[in-house]
């Protein structure tokens, strides 16, 4: 998976021991709020239990780390595979998706036991050079399943009559406030945003066009998909510096946008037919919902739980266009001019420690590339020239995942910080919408 060769360099190592700590316990405070109830129902195929989160990222480390490489380890619970393993099928059966909410046994205190099994048999694994790869994939997938449950878990609560909050408006999950609050990435001035879509006149990345260079080309861990390294011809484009407003979309809307054929793919016409869509995820009247339950929709920050089928019909609205991955990644490494610094991809509104929240994951509108919302690309997830899978059951992590799927670049506000960069491939299928995913204009130039 990573790309780096497996001689790594002891400074890469550096802190890798508290990064995993960092991670197993970011999770675990994600879910304090959660009851045994909440944390084992399903409400839909595409969502899975928070408990599920919690014991298949356990399962990841459990088999790939200690069943592989820690000898005479014993496995916790020889029925975890069986409940835990979530598409390998290089290892074996697995209960089917939809069925993840029937797991009713073991309980949250059961899996949490899980968890604190399999950390602590993983400690003296954790700074052996030579499982430094499978120990960085291990952190990057428990951060991958940190953004997947608050949104699975967002998704469950939107389904309750009472739609409750997970935490309360605007308050730390933990208050006390003995831990500093994070000042590095501080946001722009709310004030600065764009009301309306006729600002889109405004405010646009220009490239030249030319060649870029694509993919990861780095040191450090990437997934296997970021790679190779290629080159791709660009055309002269532009791309906006901001993010569709909530505003811009209530205008769509208003304008009848989701009652205008024109501006529709086939497959999303029928999709919006079929399913009765008029309006992104979560939105009713001049409220969505959120983590701290039905909120007011703030309109100047970025429109987010939309599909790719509704990102492409507002560009096509606009009279514009979804930015390819390509254009995109050119402009977050600074290629559109000589002077561009490369956009900062732990800046923005991203996940941070639960200490340091100042509220939950929300989208509230931030400078730069990175934060806030994935954003769609035109492009469908297809393998890079030369594409290989890694050996062996993670080989099966990513590629065989490359049809019928469109890339997302950047990262939300579910994102943990640190988790993306300017290779990133984030994947959807293009009516799916539970994810913390937006859009950004593009245009020819
Ligand atoms: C990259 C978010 C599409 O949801 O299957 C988790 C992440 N991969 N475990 C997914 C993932 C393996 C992946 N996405
Ligand atoms: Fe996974």
Redesign the pocket.
């Known amino acids: 998976m990573p790309a780096a060769s497996p001689a790594r360099d002891e400074r890469e190592n550096a802190g890798i021991a508290a990064r995993f700590a960092d991670t197993r316990a970011l999770t675990e405070a994600l879910v304090q709020p959660l009851g045994d109830a909440d944390a084992t129902i399903q409400s839909m195929d595409d969502a899975s239990p928070a408990k599920w989160h919690l014991a298949h990222t356990t399962w990841f480390w459990e088999t790939f780390l200690l069943r592989d490489h820690a000898p005479g380890y014993t496995l916790f619970d020889e029925k975890f595979p069986f409940l835990f393993n979530?598409y390998y099928e290089a290892e074996g059966d697995r209960i089917a998706r939809g069925r993840r909410g029937l797991v009713t046994r073991p309980s949250l205190d059961e899996v949490l036991d899980y968890r604190r099994h399999v950390t602590a048999a993983i400690q003296p694994l954790l700074e052996d050079p030579r499982h430094a790869e499978l120990v960085e994939l291990g952190i990057a997938?428990e951060q991958?399943?940190i953004e997947?449950l608050l949104t699975d878990i967002k998704h469950a609560f939107s389904k309750n009559p009472l739609g409750p909050a997970m935490w309360d408006d605007n308050v730390s999950p933990r208050a006390g406030g003995d831990l500093p609050q994070t000042e590095r990435h501080a946001e722009t001035d709310p004030g600065l945003r764009r009301g309306s879509p006729h600002a889109f006149e405004d405010g646009w990345y220009s490239h030249p066009g030319g060649i870029a260079r694509i993919g990861h080309q780095a040191d450090g861990f990437a997934f296997d998909n970021e790679g190779p390294a290629h080159r791709v011809l660009l055309e002269p484009f532009a791309l906006s510096k901001q993010l569709v407003t909530n505003a811009d979309w209530d205008a769509f809307i208003a304008d009848g946008g989701y009652e205008t054929a024109s501006l529709w793919l086939s497959d999303a016409w029928a999709w919006i037919a079929r399913c009765n869509i008029r309006a992104p995820l979560y939105w009713r009247d001049g409220e969505q919902f959120t983590h701290t339950g039905w909120q007011e929709r703030d309109p100047n920050a970025p429109v987010t739980h939309i599909s790719y089928y509704e990102a492409d019909a507002f560009a096509s609205w606009v009279g514009a266009r979804l930015p390819t991955e390509f254009e995109w990644e050119a402009v977050a490494r600074g290629q559109h001019a000589d002077d561009a610094p490369a956009h900062d991809p732990a800046g923005g509104n991203q996940l941070d420690p639960v200490s340091s929240w100042a509220a939950p994951p929300m989208p509230r509108g931030s400078d730069g590339l990175f934060g806030d919302c994935w954003q769609f690309t035109r492009s469908g997830y297809l393998p890079y020239p030369r594409f290989k899978p890694a050996e062996g059951a993670v080989g099966e992590?990513n590629g065989k995942f490359m049809s019928g799927q469109w890339v997302l670049k950047g990262a939300s506000c579910a994102t943990v910080r640190g988790h993306s960069r300017a290779s990133y491939r984030?994947?959807?299928y293009p009516q799916q919408r539970w994810q913390f995913t937006g859009l950004r204009l593009a245009k020819d130039a």
């Open positions: 979530s997938h991958q399943h997947l992590y984030n994947f959807f």
